[in-house]
């Protein structure tokens, strides 16, 4: 794993050279920086305006991809012509309409199940957060004091997984969130293969960056790709890895603007 701009000649020639790319990108930790609540990481107007002009370039296809309820990425994003999927891939929308992964319902009446059982279980810990997610539920502990936080990962171990595990759903860890969702073997990296065999070209150059470990997936599925960590992260699956969100909003800036790619890539440095 090594920072993108050591590399910089290399990756900018190999997305100068593509024919057609596809740009994933997850959201929080990525696109905006990480923030004590979900509502309170909003996406920022210059973001929003680089999003589009990537949007209309012709060799290209844009996908947010995030943990987050699908209607919800779509609200916080709001821009068109894009793919979006949520919930780490079971719901997507893509040209106009929404598509996904077919929960059974008996899975589907166990995240409700336990999204009812959760705040009676960790009520007597403050700053804990429930996120009803419909196809799952994320329990937020980043409001959590330090000092309460073995008592939550206890009330978890003994009250909450056995009860997850025994019908038929399964735990995501991420940064200060569990996610409890159905266990159908379906991840970001599935969802990201989905959309790439949708994309009728010969030839696709696929370019993913995020930052938690349910990226990880999606890192190791795109490994032909360029892969990028927000972060650096030892073990990491991603050839790649940036600082922070505004090293992010570098390389978009590079990626969006004709006038600058065959000339100086991010932070002034030649890109051959």
Do not use: C
């Not at 894009?82 to 719901?91: A, D, K, S, V």
């Not at 790439?196 to 490994?223: C, N, Q, W």
């Not at 032909?224 to 990491?236: F, P, Q, Y």
Request: no cysteine; charged share 25%.
């Amino acid at each position: 794993m090594e920072w993108l701009w050591s590399q910089w000649p290399q990756v900018a020639a190999e997305i100068l050279s593509s024919s057609h790319t596809v740009l994933f990108l997850d959201y929080d930790g990525t696109l905006t920086r990480i923030a004590p609540t979900p509502e309170q990481a909003t996406l920022s107007a210059s973001t929003r305006s680089v999003l589009r002009e990537l949007a209309h370039r012709p060799r290209m296809t844009v996908a947010v991809i995030s943990g987050r309820r699908l209607n919800e990425l779509r609200r916080l994003v709001r821009v068109r012509d894009l793919i979006y999927i949520g919930n780490h891939g079971l719901e997507m929308w893509q040209d106009g309409q929404q598509v996904g992964v077919i929960v059974p319902q008996p899975l589907q009446e166990a995240v409700a199940h336990i999204r009812s059982q959760l705040t009676s279980l960790v009520a007597e810990i403050p700053g804990v957060l429930i996120e009803d997610k419909g196809l799952s539920v994320s329990l937020h502990y980043r409001l959590v004091p330090t000092r309460l936080e073995s008592q939550l990962k206890t009330v978890v171990l003994r009250d909450v997984l056995p009860r997850v595990y025994s019908s038929g759903l399964t735990v995501l860890h991420g940064k200060k969130v569990i996610e409890l969702r159905p266990n159908l073997n379906w991840t970001k990296g599935h969802a990201a293969l989905r959309l790439m065999k949708h994309i009728r070209r010969r030839s696709v150059l696929p370019v993913y960056i995020g930052d938690d470990r349910t990226d990880e997936d999606a890192f190791r599925a795109l490994a032909e790709g360029i892969t990028i960590r927000v972060g650096a992260h030892e073990g990491s699956k991603a050839h790649y890895y940036v600082r922070d969100v505004k090293e992010v909003i570098a390389l978009l800036r590079w990626i969006a603007q004709p006038s600058q790619r065959d000339s100086d890539g991010p932070h002034g440095r030649r890109s051959r």
